[in-house]
């Protein structure tokens, strides 16, 4: 279902991005590119600590504090919720292909 509205919305969804500035690019590409930042986010075998910043929450380990801010807000889902996106996005990538 998301699939077939995201196809019905498509002339609107790339009027809109060539609007915004990408006037000779495919918003498809654009899309499946972010599919794969977020399929490549490492997923960790258990919570991840974070420390308290005086503005917001930071990840301990730098390794994940230097990741996409992408990567990182699935990181804050935790393991079990990362792999189930995961799923959902490949199911999404394949209907798009």
């Known amino acids: 279902v998301l699939v077939e509205n995201y196809e019905l919305f498509k002339p609107l969804v790339q009027e809109a991005y060539a609007e915004i500035g990408y006037p000779e690019s495919d918003f498809d590409n654009t899309l499946l590119d972010a599919i794969e930042v977020a399929l490549d986010t490492p997923v960790p075998d258990g919570l991840v600590q974070v420390e308290d ?9 730098d390794s994940y504090e230097s990741l996409p801010a992408a990567q990182k807000q699935l990181l804050r889902m935790g393991p079990d919720n990362i792999q189930r996106v995961k799923d959902k996005l490949r199911e999404i990538r394949r ?3």
């Not at 910043?53 to 380990?61: G, L, R």
């Open 53 to 61: 910043d005086s503005v917001m929450y930071t990840f301990a380990d």
């Open 95 to 97: 209907a798009l292909q």
